[in-house]
């Protein structure tokens, strides 16, 4: 017994873990080329372009856990920045009295009611079947009863959101402080994503990928089209701070108390995640991902957990798109971009490492340094070629340069994430998997 005992000791014991050698040179040269940055373009931008990339760490975070520990490739992530966003609109811009002040509020409540009674009773009809209604004929009356219902509901509402625009305008903000409306947009975020994941998660990761691309275009319309709500295309603008704003404290200061506010966010989440990873369910989140039928042939939940990582991820997402929202002081629907808020989130993830936190933040800052920085020094070698062309072959200059630099940017990412799938493709700092024995 005290001999199995030992042998069972031994297996569980990890080997050694190595000197990081490869994470120190990566981050000194990322810090190195953000000092450089702060020489050349000044403590003011720069500092912004570190909020801006913390938040983007935080969505990227997001992602990683989605893929990197559950293997779900959730191309959507627009969407749920979107909601992260709306939140940070909704609960932190001061109350529109116009809205509030009259009767619209009770009107408008009245059709929400009747929207969620109509729910209910669509719902109940998908269930007759169970008071012996034949399938089939169930089918027909829930989706009869769920046309005739919407056709109603969707008639008052319009009647209430066309008074609303008229006379307010739109409905306006909470005018509570800027961090409720992260928290709010991630469980928004977070519900959204419970409820996409009861309907996509069984698909196969490629049409998990199609669905869930088309449901962030659909958020995308819905948050564009409700002017009663968003404002749609004319924009919110400002959003408060959770910080003294620029005009209080001057823009590199306020700049950088925003900054220390998003890295503590990011420490904090980088702890949970790395004590969940490394705890029993974190190796079952690994377990279902590397091998599903094993895992359930062990008695596990695949579904549930499954589902669990998913609306974690979606969490991160909105809180991350609440925090970005507000730094720039603007909700504009219309600029939620799949380029820029779900496929520089992947590049990043590609980057840094699926799976790996620490990686994940190092991707997400070297990409959006990259992202950001490609644009000027695109349009400073093209105007020294021009220069050159000039002078020595008497060359006309185009007149576009500055369309042309911003174009580069799309370019370089493409190169870059080239390089990275051929060179590195488990990403720079890939995940560790401890190997036991």
């Given amino acids: ?49 570190l909020v801006e990339a913390s938040c983007y760490a935080i969505l990227a975070l997001g992602l990683t856990i989605q893929w990197g520990y559950a293997g779900q490739f959730n191309a959507g992530v627009m969407g749920f920045v979107a909601l992260g966003g709306f939140s940070a609109m909704l609960f932190s811009v001061p109350v529109n009295n116009a809205f509030w002040g009259t009767e619209l509020p009770g009107e408008l409540g009245r059709v929400l009611l009747y ?124 959003l408060p701070w959770p910080t003294p704003g620029p005009s209080e404290l001057g823009f590199t200061l306020a700049r950088a108390l925003y900054l220390s506010v998003t890295a503590v966010m990011i420490a904090v989440i980088f702890f949970l995640l790395h004590r969940a990873y490394h705890a029993p369910w974190g190796r079952m989140i690994r377990a279902i991902r590397d091998n599903e039928i094993s895992a359930s042939a062990m008695g596990k939940d695949i579904n549930r957990r499954r589902l669990e990582i998913f609306v974690l991820g979606c969490i991160l997402m909105g809180i991350g798109g609440g925090a970005l929202a507000s730094f720039n002081s603007l909700f504009d629907p219309n600029g939620y971009l799949p380029l820029n808020h779900t496929f520089l989130v992947l590049v990043m993830v590609i980057l840094g490492g699926p799976g790996n936190n620490l990686g994940t933040i190092f991707g997400a800052v070297a990409v959006y340094i990259i992202w950001l920085m490609s644009e000027p020094l695109a349009l400073f070698l093209m105007q020294g070629a021009v220069s050159i062309g000039e002078g020595w072959f008497g060359w006309q200059p185009p007149g576009n340069l500055d369309s042309r630099a911003l174009q580069a940017r799309v370019f370089v990412i493409g190169l870059l994430i080239t390089l990275v799938l051929r060179f590195a493709p488990n990403g720079l700092l890939p995940e560790k998997v401890k190997h036991h024995g």
């Fill in 1 to 49: 017994m005290n001999a199995q005992r030992t042998e069972r000791r031994e297996d569980t014991v990890a080997e050694p873990s190595r000197f990081p050698l490869r994470e120190i040179i990566l981050f000194g040269a990322l810090l190195a080329v953000i000092l450089g940055i702060y020489m050349v373009m000044g403590t003011a931008y720069s500092t912004r372009m």
């Fill in 115 to 238: 929207g969620a009674a109509a729910a209910v009773l669509v719902y109940g009809a998908t269930k007759l079947d169970r008071i012996g209604v034949p399938k089939k004929l169930r089918t027909v009356i829930a989706i009869v009863l769920a046309v005739v219902l919407y056709l109603v509901v969707i008639s008052m509402l319009r009647s209430v959101t066309g008074e609303i625009q008229s006379r307010a305008g739109f409905i306006g903000g909470f005018g509570l402080p800027a961090w409720t409306g992260w928290i709010f947009g991630g469980a928004l975020a977070g519900a959204v994503g419970y409820f996409i994941g009861h309907i996509c998660l069984g698909l196969r990761s490629d049409y998990l990928a199609i669905a869930t691309l088309g449901i962030a275009e659909i958020i995308k319309a819905f948050l564009k089209n409700s002017d009663w709500l968003t404002r749609g295309t004319a924009t919110v603008s400002p």
